[in-house]
């Protein structure tokens, strides 16, 4: 085994340096709060959406709806059981009802892009100090 230079690599480890995050990208802990605070929101936008549900479909019981937190997966297998529809059909129903009534959660594109424009807008503008008038220029 060759001697290792001072400040060298081990031999061993040759994996690549950890490349930074571009600037004005969201960093890890701000997506994940993105992510945790959308959660909330769309729990709380389906509990006002559970009478709406509960019309949509009359089989399922009002406290699974609720219960369900608005998971499309367990709301689709609600509908499945209750309703007695294929799999299929269920998934289709509760898409088409998601996306009429719940908004998508935003992409990391736009969230680095939202991030991007905050950073843009806390930077200080400089501003330009006005030309002294020169004593040809007053006459």
Do not use: C
Not at 39 to 49: E, F, G, K, P, Y
């Amino acid at each position: 085994m060759k001697p290792r230079k001072k400040g060298g690599r081990s031999p061993f480890h040759m994996s690549a340096p950890k490349q930074r995050r571009p600037a004005g990208s969201p960093t890890k802990n701000q997506l994940r709060a993105a992510a945790e605070a959308h959660a909330r929101a769309h729990v709380s936008t389906w509990q006002t959406l559970i009478g709406v549900a509960d019309q949509t479909w009359p089989r399922v019981p009002k406290a699974a709806l609720a219960n369900s937190d608005g998971n499309f997966h367990v709301v689709a297998g609600l509908v499945q059981m209750y309703g007695q529809l294929s799999r299929e059909e269920a998934d289709q129903q509760v898409q088409a009802f998601f996306s009429e009534h719940i908004p998508p959660m935003p992409s990391v594109e736009s969230m680095a892009a939202a991030a991007a424009a905050a950073v843009a807008a806390a930077k200080p503008v400089a501003v330009a100090e006005p030309a002294e008038e020169t004593e040809e220029a007053a006459a």
